[in-house]
């Protein structure tokens, strides 16, 4: 498969999950948020080509800062807790992108939705 190819197998993951994920730089710049974080952080959307610290409190900033140096400082440093938000009864994660070579070239912020799911287990009607 191509590397081409594995990128719109990604990139359709990443789009159809229901959670808020936003992709940054080292740079802490937004390179790609999918519809749910389009429509999750409405009042500041797009994000993408923006800096974190201009839609970021510095306390919040601070704390992303630091969870990156700890990614660099040792390749199992893969994911930090960040919160629970309340009002949505969510959970907010950063995690490391690493490549082949365990190098960190970035990182991304993602929710993970704490309401259990009512639906019919395999439900395909």
């Not at 730089?25 to 519809?35: F, T």
């Not at 994911?79 to 969510?90: P, R, S, T």
Request: proline share 3%; with cysteine.
């Amino acid at each position: 498969m191509s590397d081409i190819e594995l990128s719109e197998f990604f990139k359709g993951i990443i789009d159809y999950e229901e959670g808020p994920i936003v992709i940054c730089s080292l740079d802490y710049r937004v390179i790609y948020e999918n519809p749910a974080a389009l429509h999750f952080y409405t009042s500041v959307s797009p994000l993408t080509g923006k800096l974190l610290s201009t839609v970021m409190d510095e306390e919040m900033m601070s704390k992303v800062v630091m969870s990156v140096e700890w990614f660099k400082e040792d390749k199992k440093n893969n994911k930090v807790f960040a919160l629970h938000d309340k009002k949505n009864n969510m959970d907010m994660y950063i995690l490391a992108i690493r490549n082949s070579q365990s190098k960190l070239i970035g990182f991304y912020g993602r929710h993970e939705n704490r309401n259990p799911d009512n639906g019919k287990e395999f439900d395909l009607d």
